[in-house]
């Protein structure tokens, strides 16, 4: 009798314990199943992407002989804007160079013109002993003022007097034997000469000794 009780009261704990370890074990495949499946598709995922990056493109021979021609057509423009650069460039330099020479000349032929003033007022000066004369210091401070204008405008005054005879400065249309000087040297100054620059406005008048 005591066994039989025994039995029908341990059956039920034998099958609750192996239903127990029955849905562990399949929570446990599950979850293998489930990472299974994860790392399936991370690698599916993984295989797409190596294809995607390593996809390459064919081109026709049609296509290639385009893109050819499209570089040489490029490789041209390129060269005519460099052309067209350099030459714009060099038509730039020469007019500035042309307009700077055509207002060089018309400057000197201008200060030229106005050089005979200047002979005027020293001749009137020469002429004037009297240095205390109000007319004289009238005139002084014309040619003065007249001097400073020629200044600012670049016009030098040729320091001839006791200087070599320079012919590329000089206009000799005396000679004279001066011992006291040397040879070939300009002893006097009948009319002065004018730089503008390293330009000559007007060759100097001069006598020249020995």
Same mark, same amino acid.
């Given at each position: ?9 341990? !059956?039920?704990?034998?099958?609750? @314990? ?39 493109? @064919?081109?026709?021979?049609? *296509? ?8 040489? !057509? ?7 804007? @460099? ?8 038509? #730039? ?11 060089? =000349?018309?400057?000197? $032929? ?8 200047? $002979?005027?007022?020293? #001749? ?34 040729? $320091?001839?007097?006791? *200087? ?8 000799? &249309?005396?000679?004279? =034997? =001066? ?5 070939? &040297? &300009?002893? =006097? ?8 620059? $390293?330009?000559?406005? #007007? ?8």
């Amino acid at each position: 009798m005591s066994e039989e009780k025994k039995n029908p009261e341990n !059956q039920p704990v034998n099958g609750e @314990t192996q239903a127990g370890s029955e849905a562990a074990a399949a929570e446990k495949e599950a979850k293998k199943a489930a990472e299974s499946s994860e790392k399936s598709e991370k690698a599916e995922k993984g295989k797409k992407e190596s294809k995607k990056k390593e996809k390459t493109f @064919t081109l026709t021979r049609e *296509q290639m002989e385009s893109a050819e021609l499209a570089a040489k !057509q490029l490789e041209a423009v390129k060269d005519q804007y @460099t052309r067209l650069t350099a030459e714009y460039d060099n038509y #730039r330099k020469r007019t500035a160079k042309e307009k700077e020479g055509i207002y060089q =000349d018309a400057k000197i $032929d201008t200060i030229k013109e106005f050089l005979a003033v200047y $002979d005027n007022l020293e #001749r009137a000066l020469a002429t004037d002993a009297d240095l205390e004369s109000p007319h004289r210091k009238g005139l002084e401070m014309i040619f003065n003022q007249y001097k400073e204008i020629l200044k600012k405008l670049g016009v030098t005054e040729m $320091d001839a007097k006791g *200087q070599p005879f320079d012919p590329n400065q000089h206009n000799a &249309v005396m000679h004279i =034997d =001066d011992e006291s000087l040397g040879e070939n &040297v &300009v002893a =006097d100054v009948f009319q002065a000469g004018f730089m503008l620059g $390293d330009k000559v406005l #007007r060759f100097a008048t001069v006598r020249v000794a020995n």
